[in-house]
Nanobody, 115 residues
Framework: QVQLVESGGGLVQPGGSLRLSCAASGAMFGIYAMAWYRQAPGKQRELVAQITSGGSTAYVDSVKGRFTISRDNAKNTVYLQMNSLKPEDTAVYYC?????????WGQGTQVTVSS
């Protein structure tokens, strides 16, 4: 069993930055592929960025060059550094852990980009 707790969301002006953190409890964090999803009001949840157990990363086109996903296995934590934020990045951001058929979600953290 893995529990995920996100933090770091908030209100930021366009062009600003935020760093989201997702702390995982439970053993064997390093074997899980980790990801960040987001869901804006009235829209489906979408995959934003993912990082494999080996450290390979992938991003949705809309955030490439602006967002960076990373993980610290010693701290059981995955991060999402978000730069050059735009109003369209406004959403609830969710942390996700996956290993074979095991999938876990955090409770989400709100990110609002507005002037």
């Amino acid at each position: 069993q893995v529990q995920l707790v996100e933090s770091g969301g908030g209100l930021v002006q366009p062009g600003g930055s935020l760093r989201l953190s997702c702390a995982a409890s439970g053993a064997m964090f390093g074997i899980y592929a980790m990801a960040w999803y987001r869901q804006a009001p009235g829209k489906q949840r979408e995959l934003v960025a993912q990082i494999t157990s080996g450290g390979s990363t992938a991003y949705v086109d809309s955030v490439k060059g602006r967002f960076t996903i990373s993980r610290d296995n010693a701290k059981n934590t995955v991060y999402l550094q978000m730069n050059s934020l735009k109003p369209e990045d406004t959403a609830v951001y969710y942390c996700n852990a996956k290993q074979l058929s095991r999938i876990y979600w955090g409770q989400g953290t709100q990110v609002t980009v507005s002037s």
